[in-house]
């Protein structure tokens, strides 16, 4: 079977034809879980999950780390008509419970890795009525081996397929659950942004797929779906590492792999020498997505690799799907393709006004995935407008041929003085400084325009700040971008608020610069009525 040739698609499909084929190897140990162990284990945790009484339609969350047994409740809740949720390692036991008390979960899937974090969790989220811990229970928990292990490995009767219910990264405020409604198909009937992804690049039962990321995460999960609907292997990372994502691409002869863009930036820091050293000539495709990539970046990126580098533009909502490959990418740089889910429109911060080419307003999509914000009918509403198009926050804008350029998050511009600055464009050129290991863009309150640039840079080991560096980063950015987009300011950190799917906290570094000031929480129109109004020529 290769991708896109049948709709319907599904481990157990591949059972029958390679039992003993890796449905995914773990990169560091390389312990391997076979097709035949994938679904009979998943048939087990179905079968345990309703003996708990979970019934179609409830909802069950994932608290791992990339763990060897992570796929086995995935697959018993999408046979079992069950919602499932991912939870960030990352989050505190609070957060956690906000997020369990919200989405409504009965069970919890966790291991011993995180029994401290489990403990303080547990009355923070008194709907949980069974919490699962892999390797080893606590109190408070039952051991999820000794629940499923001895259960029938045959197929639950009656089976429906499940969904996702996933969550919002909170980069801008608490997390918001997105809530598709079950779809009532039979089992592996490829449906959304799988039924389009999988095709488009190319995933077939021959594919070894290599996994970078934290599973919990939109897209590594459901990558990771589609490559055991296909029938391909996939090669996890524990964690990610630059030299050790190069050596896993050579010993399992990885044909794709799924990166973020602050992946591509740590790979182009290696020294030319360590990078050389492997073979990666298996690779087919490098895709690429969840933030804009630095133009620097992808070029070099190609140059390395060759044009096998593509990029996706997606959100969890999934309203919406553009993709763009490497040749389409080099004639228009900084796109991010056109359209292939949902037809694009540009708006005005109302959502009401549609903007004409090369100029930037808010996306929205017509005709994608319909979606909702669980518990948030007022956030649903504000993100649809009144032809019913949808928008999840980004800014952009499409040239003449259609093709999408994004500028940044609606909530990062900076306005300062009236005029809209977009961070991004100084974030991707400050990043590309061989000094620069991290850099974060933001406003900051300035007395007369409102707002001013600032930048927060993260440098390399062994590079300490000094005027002189602060004066050789100001001469990069002035030959690269206009003046009043380049930082009036610099500090410096030891690390930047990053999720490990890449994406910047830029609402934890702004709570350090504006405290209990508008800008927190302020819309982009209540910050132009905030604002003095001055004319660029005025900065």
């Known amino acids: 079977m290769s991708g896109g040739d049948a709709s319907r698609m599904h481990p157990r499909e591949h059972v029958a034809k390679c039992p003993g084929k890796p449905a995914l190897v773990m990169a560091g140990s390389g312990r391997a879980l076979s097709y035949r162990d994938l679904v ?117 009767p009656g089976e429906v397929q499940g969904n ?79 030299e050790a994502m190069l050596a896993a691409i050579e010993r399992h002869r990885v044909t794709h792999v799924q990166c973020v863009p602050t992946m591509f930036v740590r790979l182009l820091k290696l020294p030319a020498a360590v990078r050389a050293q492997y073979d990666l000539s298996s690779l087919e495709r490098v895709i690429h997505a969840a933030a804009p990539c630095p133009i620097d970046v992808k070029e070099r990126m190609i140059e390395w690799l060759g044009p096998i580098v593509e990029e996706y533009y997606a959100g969890t909502e999934s309203n919406g799907l553009c993709v763009i490959t490497a040749e389409e990418w080099l004639t228009r740089k900084g796109s991010v393709g056109r359209s292939v889910r949902g037809a694009i429109h540009i708006m005005d911060d109302t959502g009401e006004l549609e903007l004409p080419a090369e100029e930037p307003g808010v996306i929205y999509f017509e005709g994608g995935t319909p979606f909702v914000y669980h518990k948030d009918p007022e956030k649903t509403a504000r993100s649809h407008n009144s032809k019913g198009w949808s928008a999840i926050g980004d800014v952009g804008y499409v040239d003449s041929e259609g093709y999408l350029f994004l500028t ?12 809209n600055i977009y961070p991004q464009e100084a974030e991707n050129v400050l990043t590309t400084h061989p000094k620069v290991f991290d850099a974060a863009v933001l406003g900051v309150p300035n007395a007369e325009f409102g707002e001013e640039v600032k930048a927060v840079v993260q440098l390399m080991p062994g590079v300490a700040p000094s005027a002189e560096l602060e004066s050789e980063l100001r001469a990069w950015l002035s030959i690269r971008l206009a003046g009043i987009k380049q930082p009036r300011s610099y500090d410096y950190v030891d690390s930047l608020p990053r999720l490990p799917t890449g994406k910047l906290l830029k609402r934890v570094l702004r709570e350090r610069y504006w405290k209990n000031n508008l800008r927190g929480g302020a819309t982009i129109a209540e910050r132009i009525t905030s604002n003095t109004t001055h004319s660029e020529n005025d900065r």
């Open 40 to 156: 009979s284990r998943s048939n087990r945790v179905a079968r345990c999950i309703r003996d708990l009484g979970l019934k179609v339609g409830d909802g069950v969350a994932i608290l791992l780390e990339n763990h060897f047994r992570f796929f086995e409740p995935v697959w018993a809740t999408q046979n079992n008509g069950l919602y499932l949720t991912t939870l960030s390692t990352h989050l505190t036991p609070t957060e956690l419970a906000h997020i369990l008390n919200d989405s409504g979960a009965s069970i919890l899937v966790t291991s011993h890795a995180f029994a401290g974090k489990v403990a303080a969790l547990i009355p923070l989220a008194p709907g949980v009525r069974h919490v699962l811990m892999m390797d080893g229970a606590i109190d408070g928990t039952q051991s999820y081996e000794a629940l499923t292990d001895g259960q029938d490995d045959g197929p639950l």
């Open 164 to 242: 996702f219910m996933l969550y919002s990264s909170g980069t801008t405020g608490f997390p918001k659950g997105i809530k598709p409604q079950l779809t009532g198909l039979p089992l592996g009937e490829l449906t959304g942004v799988l039924k389009t992804l999988i095709p488009t690049h190319g995933l077939r039962e021959q594919s070894i797929y290599l996994s970078p990321a934290p599973l919990y995460h939109a897209a590594p999960l459901k990558w990771n779906i589609a490559v055991h609907s296909v029938g391909g292997t996939s090669v996890i990372m524990e964690q990610f590492d630059a």
């Open 408 to 419: 940044d998050r609606k909530d990062n511009v900076i306005i300062s003085g009236g005029v």
